[in-house]
């Protein structure tokens, strides 16, 4: 479906922006580090438990002997009853309507506003166009979205001593 936003045009004049109104989806988990703008990225067709869980599983073996803390929300596919989570992950849940403090968050905002007024001819253009911008993302760009001086504090204060 497209997803219209603002657009710059002279005072007065609507913005004309091809429409298309159909329903796929197709769905992003990811992994970004405010520390050092690392990012782990996945485009799945669906979001469950039992995906959340293989997506631990696939990030927790990249970059192996990283310890990792995976800020989650109150989704309900982020339960972690019955799952395994990899020895090498942490998950930090946040409060409630809080989506400021997800790194992730701020990632997702950032594609958003770029596919606003944007017409895909198919699932699999709109999958290129999303894959080729998540690439296009440098480390400084995601350090700079997801950059959050709550964390930043507590970071630097918990090696202070």
């Known amino acids: ?46 979001v469950n438990t039992t995906i959340f869980e293989s997506y631990l599983n696939q990030f927790s073996q990249h970059k192996p002997k990283e310890f990792k803390i ?16 990899p020895d090498n992950i942490f998950l930090l849940r946040i409060p409630p309507y809080c989506p400021e403090l997800n790194p992730c968050e701020q990632v997702w905002q950032f594609i958003k506003t770029r596919y606003k007024n944007q017409r895909f001819k198919n699932m699999e253009e709109l999958r290129k166009w999303l894959h080729q911008t998540v690439k296009d993302m440098t480390t400084e760009q995601i350090k700079s979205i997801t950059g959050n001086h709550h964390y930043f504090d507590n970071f630097n204060a918990s090696f202070k001593s």
């Open 1 to 46: 479906m497209t997803h219209t936003g603002k657009c710059l045009t002279a005072f007065g004049v609507k913005p004309i922006v091809e429409y298309q109104h159909r329903f796929e989806t197709t769905y992003l988990y990811g992994s970004y580090s405010p520390i050092n703008g690392d990012s782990f990225v996945w485009e799945v067709n669906g």
């Open 70 to 85: 995976v800020v989650i929300d109150n989704a309900g596919f982020h339960s972690t009853k019955n799952i395994t989570i």
